[in-house]
């Protein structure tokens, strides 16, 4: 497809148990951002890949948290050990590098229960 | 630390009359600013954006001025309409050695257009 693609849509998940999100970007898009809304809030951003630099993953919120994207396109957030504060909408975004505006997938909704 | 604020939670406009969305920002290393909306259960989508070599652009119904002395910009919607009813974020980035840095996001405001 065109867009960004994110699975699954919607997950729910028993408490302490590990999730993976996916995200395939825009083909030929450099960046690649995850965010997340949590209920009523603004948008977290979480960790950042750009080309072959090393990702900025200032955003992330505990170690339970981690992303990888291989091979320049598809990249998975895991999240171990997973807590009810970990309930979100986790957003995954690309962009190319000449143009600055991100295109955003339609998120996944994550319960944690 | 909050780079990006939007202090006004909400707003509620009259149809046809103009919204105004603000936005300020204290990184003085922001160079290029963008506006999105987002409808519940969907992802943001890009609205209009804004480099700082410059202090106007229009799109549309959607103009977005930025004042860097003041750091702070504003969207402006006329006529305002239903359909723009969503929450708008403001966003920022810098422009690093490998393009475009990560975009830092506002809190959004949630804007309703009354009938």
């Known amino acids: 497809g065109a867009g960004v693609s994110q699975s699954p849509s919607n997950k729910v998940t028993e408490k302490g148990k590990d999730v993976e999100l996916r995200c395939d970007p825009i083909?030929?898009?450099?960046?690649l951002y995850w965010y997340r809304q949590s209920l009523g809030q603004g948008l977290e951003f979480l960790i950042y890949?750009?080309?072959?630099?090393?990702?900025?993953k200032s955003g992330l919120p505990s170690d339970r948290f981690s992303a990888e994207r291989t091979g320049g396109s598809v990249s998975t957030l895991t999240i171990q050990r997973t807590q009810q504060e970990d309930s979100a909408v986790y957003l995954c975004a690309s962009s190319s590098r000449s143009r600055g505006e991100a295109f955003f997938g339609q998120g996944t909704r994550l319960t944690v229960v | 630390d909050q780079q990006v604020k939007q202090n006004s939670p909400s707003l509620s406009v009259q149809e046809g009359r103009i919204s105004i969305l603000n936005c300020d920002y204290t990184?003085?290393?922001?160079?290029?600013f963008l506006w999105y909306k987002k409808y519940p259960a969907e992802g943001p989508t890009f609205l209009i954006s804004?480099?700082?070599?410059?202090d106007k652009n229009e799109d549309g119904r959607f103009t977005v001025f930025l004042n860097k002395s003041a750091k702070h910009l504003s969207l402006h919607i006329v006529p305002s309409q239903p359909g723009d009813s969503a929450v708008y974020f403001c966003?920022?980035?810098?422009?690093?050695?490998?393009?475009?840095?990560?975009?830092?996001f506002g809190t959004g405001t949630r804007l309703t257009i009354i009938p």
């Open positions: 890949f750009q080309g072959n630099s090393a990702p900025d």
């Open positions: 966003a920022a980035s810098a422009r690093g050695d490998f393009g475009n840095e990560k975009l830092t």
């Open positions: 083909s030929g898009h450099t960046a």
């Open positions: 804004i480099s700082s070599i410059k």
């Open positions: 990184n003085s290393m922001f160079d290029y």
